[in-house]
Structures are given as C-alpha cells and as structure tokens.
C-alpha cells in the first residue's frame, strides 16, 4: 500500500516547518490549482513561498503533484475506512505511535517522521489511526488523474439517502472501482459536485455495465443526455 520514493527532506526542515504550522485545523491546502481540480497542475499558494513548506513541496519531484494538504489528526483518534479515486502523495512529519492500515489486506503500516516521500495506493479500503498521544501531522499530495482517450458516455452518480452515509457507500463500493478504472485510462472529466452531493465522469462504453453493477442501493448512476 506504502511504497517508498526516491525523494526526501531534511529532518531540519520537517521540524521547522511543524513549527511554522499557524492552524490546527483537520485539512490546510498549501498550494491552489492551475486549472481543472484532478487533470491540472498545482502551484503553491503565495503565503507559503519561501517557508519551510515551499522547501518539503519542492523536495517531491514530479510532474502529476495535485492538492497538497496537511493533514493533522490528534493522539487517540482515527477515520472512517475508504478509498480514494486518487493515488497519494505521502509525507509523514511528526506523531508516534501512528498507522496507515490497509483494511483490504488487514496490515497496518507504522508512519513515521524518517524524511521519506511515499507513494500510496489509496483505491484500496484504508484507515488512519493515531494510538499515541501527540499530534500526527501529515503532507499528503493527490496525483492528478489520467486524461481517457476512450471514455464517451457521459454518466452522473446522486444519492437518494443521507450525505454522510452516501459518501461512506460511496467511498466503500466505488471509489476502489474508479480508483482502478482511472489508471486504467477508461475514465475522464471527473468533476464532484459537493453542492448536490453528486459526481459526473465519461466512461469507456466497454465497461458501464460493469460499474452499474458495483452501485449500491442508495446511490443512483444515470446516464447524461448529450447536446
């Protein structure tokens, strides 16, 4: 699930950029798009040039580098299991005692501050838990997803139950498919409408009864009409 990079970052720098670290919140986005959310390249946002986080941004050499975020999750809590229709980006910066568990596989990955990019495969049902007892900070980048050359049919997902529990069915039947289909480039224009609790994407012809069959009850697939 945790696959280790080639790239890395002083410890030194790790710890002056947890020391630069101005909120407490769940979720920071550091950088801010180009462009389309999951296709186009990210840039860091202004505020963040010339701080330790411009230098731990930087140290992640690719060209597929999505939304950046630090992730903070405070000692004895954990997340509901999920998957994600995006590989990750992985920088652990501070915490003890804290996992990435892959559900799917029932292993538990132990994180820890040791300067290392790695890569995740996160189509896989996955949680995050934090069993010490000081906050775990994380630098997590999406990698932009694949443009299709062979997706044509225009379809749409809405829920007809509760949000909370339409994204955990979501998360739990879906996202692990898409996740899947997204590198196997047989889907595009992946857009999230967080409004109506909906999403739309194009899909290969070949594989649409293949997704309508993995949709659980409570979520509705339609197909858009064109023109």
Same mark, same amino acid.
Request: with cysteine; hydrophobic share 35%; net charge negative.
């Given at each position: 699930?945790?696959?280790?990079?080639?790239?890395?970052?002083?410890?030194?720098?790790? !710890?002056?950029?947890?020391?630069?670290?101005?909120?407490?919140?769940? &979720?920071?986005?550091?950088? !801010?798009?180009?462009? $389309?959310?999951?296709?186009?390249?990210?840039?860091?946002?202004? !505020?963040?040039?010339?701080?330790?986080?411009?230098?731990?941004?930087?140290?992640?050499?690719? $060209?597929?580098?999505?939304?950046? &975020?630090?992730?903070?999750?405070?000692?004895?809590? %954990?997340?509901?299991?999920?998957?994600?229709?995006?590989?990750?980006?992985?920088?652990?910066?501070?915490?003890?005692? %804290?996992?990435?568990? /892959?559900?799917?596989? !029932?292993?538990?990955?132990?994180?820890?501050? $040791?300067? &290392?990019?790695?890569?995740?495969?996160?189509?896989?049902?996955?949680?995050?838990?934090n069993?010490?007892?000081?906050?775990?900070?994380?630098?997590?980048?999406?990698q932009?997803?694949?443009?299709?050359?062979?997706?044509?049919?225009?379809?749409?997902?809405?829920?007809?139950?509760?949000?909370?529990?339409?994204?955990?069915?979501?998360?739990?039947?879906?996202?692990?498919?898409?996740?899947?289909?997204?590198?196997?480039?047989?889907?595009? /224009?992946?857009?999230? $409408?967080n409004?109506?609790?909906?999403?739309?994407?194009?899909?290969?012809?070949?594989?649409?009864?293949?997704?309508?069959?993995?949709?659980?009850q409570?979520?509705?697939?339609?197909?858009?009409?064109?023109?």
């Open positions: 699930m945790l696959i280790h990079t080639n790239y890395t970052v002083s410890k030194d720098v790790i !710890q002056q950029s947890i020391d630069n670290i101005q909120s407490n919140d769940f &979720r920071v986005t550091i950088n !801010q798009p180009t462009g $389309d959310f999951f296709y186009d390249p990210w840039v860091i946002k202004p !505020q963040y040039r010339d701080t330790p986080w411009e230098i731990l941004y930087d140290s992640l050499e690719v $060209d597929n580098k999505g939304e950046a &975020r630090i992730i903070h999750l405070h000692g004895g809590t %954990c997340y509901s299991s999920h998957a994600d229709i995006d590989d990750r980006y992985h920088l652990n910066l501070s915490g003890n005692k %804290c996992y990435l568990i /892959d559900l799917d596989n !029932q292993k538990m990955h132990l994180l820890s501050a $040791d300067g &290392r990019w790695y890569n995740m495969d996160a189509g896989r049902r996955h949680a995050a838990a069993f010490g007892n000081r906050p775990r900070y994380q630098l997590v980048v999406r932009l997803m694949t443009a299709s050359k062979t997706a044509s049919v225009p379809i749409e997902i809405i829920s007809t139950i509760d949000k909370e529990d339409a994204r955990f069915l979501f998360d739990d039947h879906v996202s692990p498919w898409l996740n899947r289909a997204n590198k196997q480039g047989i889907i595009d /224009d992946f857009n999230f $409408d409004l109506n609790n909906s999403l739309s994407f194009k899909i290969d012809q070949e594989f649409l009864q293949e997704l309508y069959s993995i949709i659980p409570g979520l509705v697939l339609n197909e858009k009409v064109c023109g």
